[in-house]
């Protein structure tokens, strides 16, 4: 299972220079993994650089992987990994939802670089492998 994080829809939907690394798991929606956290800040930011219509277009792309809704255990786990890895609410949220899944994290969130069960990759490099 894959869990693409918000940086990498966001990079995906956009064309930047790191989509290629992100447009695998995306588009094996069978094994596709998607937190309600990542649609909202996903829907959130393509309404403002864009526009609602596309934010719209955005979320039903995502919908085509399996929606996870928050539930206890998963803000239960999120609030310890916040606490142990020192991660922001929204990526504790990823990661704890991942980890309840079996999901590997693809990301270039370099809150998430040095955990274990992330693929990441820097900000801003450009290729077309890994």
């Known amino acids: ?18 989509a290629w690394f992100f447009s695998a798991p995306v588009e094996a929606t069978n094994d596709l993994i998607v937190p309600v956290i990542c649609l909202y800040e996903v829907f959130k930011k393509v309404n403002l650089v864009a526009d609602e219509a596309r934010a719209l277009q955005a979320v039903a792309h995502m919908n085509q ?19 142990r890895h020192r991660l922001p609410m929204a990526d504790s949220l990823i990661l704890a939802t991942s980890r309840a899944h079996g999901a590997l994290v693809w990301t270039q969130d370099s809150h998430f670089a040095e955990l274990p069960g992330v693929k990441f990759i820097k900000a801003g490099i450009s290729g077309n492998n890994c």
Do not use: C, K, Q, R
């Open 1 to 18: 299972m894959n869990l693409v994080d918000t940086s990498g829809w966001i990079e995906y939907f956009f064309g930047g220079p790191n």
């Open 65 to 83: 992987g399996t929606v996870v809704d928050l539930t206890e255990s998963i803000a239960l786990s999120a609030a310890l990994l916040s606490i």
